[in-house]
Structure formats: structure tokens, C-alpha cells
């Protein structure tokens, strides 16, 4: 989607600024101090209200963009129209302004949990196709021990930003608690893009080579 000059028409981008460079290396630094908690036996909840693409504006092209970023000028708590912009600026490699927007509808989402779920979840798919994966593994690890307790999509998602970050066994150990949970769906590879239709076909490969590995040793439980 072409952005360029028009991704900025409408937005003060003065008041979407904060001190990025300091407050990335900080929530670096916390979350590297923090390890990913150990797996639970089974993730049986639903999390659609997490789950979904934020989106205020149908559609792409140019006038998506002035649309939203006219959202976004006459009401700076609109989060969604803010995400949709996030992400279309994450997409044209905008990763700076990508950031400000997405952590600035982090903090409008406030208190509504539900919303603030869904803006985190976004940004760690976001960040993990821009090549973030350590980044996006740490938003996904904020939505761990909230409610739902135990989504069903943790486990493949999580176990995909391991696996892609290094963290080889503990993307095997999340990738079982899946099999765990609905082995007939998880033993195999096969049922991937059904399973995961919203991933990318690099994701669903990414996937089937953690699936690879927990079938040569599958982990035992606990």
C-alpha cells in the first residue's frame, strides 16, 4: 500500500512522539529479565475479542490512509483507526512511526482490557512481520496469565516466535501443549492452513519445522 508522503497528512506527529529510542531499550531490558513462564497442560479457551485485525477503515490505497489518519487528528483516543495506521505504516517499513502510533493506542486503550488485548496481539503480529520476532514475542508474552486464561492460540503462536527467536526447546514445549490440547489437530502438519488461516504461508512452514521437531522428541508432561 503506497503511503509516503500522504501517511502523514492530517497528524501531528509532534504529539505522537515520545522518547522511542530510551523507552524501546527499556521494555527490552524488562522483558529479557522476565523468562517466558512454563506452558499450562491444555489451552482449551476462546479469545476472539483478542484474536481479531483491528480495522476502521475498510479497504486500502490512498484514501484509507487520509481517512484514517483524519481519524486519528480529530480524535487522538480513536485506537482502532491508530492501529490500522500503525500497521500500514509497519508494512512500508516505517518501523519508527509504526512503533509511536501502536504504543500511543497501547495507552489510549486504558483500562478496557478487551481492546487492549486486541491493540497488543496486532502489534506483535506486526512487529514479528517486520522482522521484529524478539519484539513481537515480548507483546505476546503480556497477554500470557490474563483472561481467557488459556487461549487455544498461544500455544502455535507462541511456539512459532520461539522457534524463530532461538529458543528451540521452549517453542517444542509450547508447540506440546497444543498437541495436548487437541491432538488431532496438532499431531500432524497437514490441517496447517485451515488451522491457521489468517498466518502466512513462511509462518505455517516455520510452524511445521517445530512440529518436526517436538515428533522426533516429543517433550513429556509436566
Known sequence: MPVGRLLLRGIDVKNLRFPLAAGLALCSLLAHAQSLPAPKEFYFDADPQTTRVLVAVPGDGQEVVDRLAANVARKPGDVESRVQLARVAMQSGRLELGNELYQA????????????????????????????????????????????????????????????VGQKADAVAWYAAAVRTEPQQWTGASAYAQLLPEWREDERTTLAEVHAAWQANPPAWP
Open 105 to 164: 493506542a497501547q495507552k489510549s486503550a486504558g483500562g478496557n482490557q478487551k481492546l487492549a488485548r486486541a491493540v497488543t496481539w496486532n502489534y506483535a503480529w506486526d512487529l514479528y512481520r517486520a522482522g521484529e520476532a524478539q519484539r513481537a514475542l515480548e507483546q505476546w508474552q503480556k497477554l500470557i496469565g490474563g483472561w481467557p486464561s488459556t487461549p487455544g492460540w498461544q500455544p502455535p503462536t507462541l511456539a512459532l516466535a520461539l522457534w524463530k
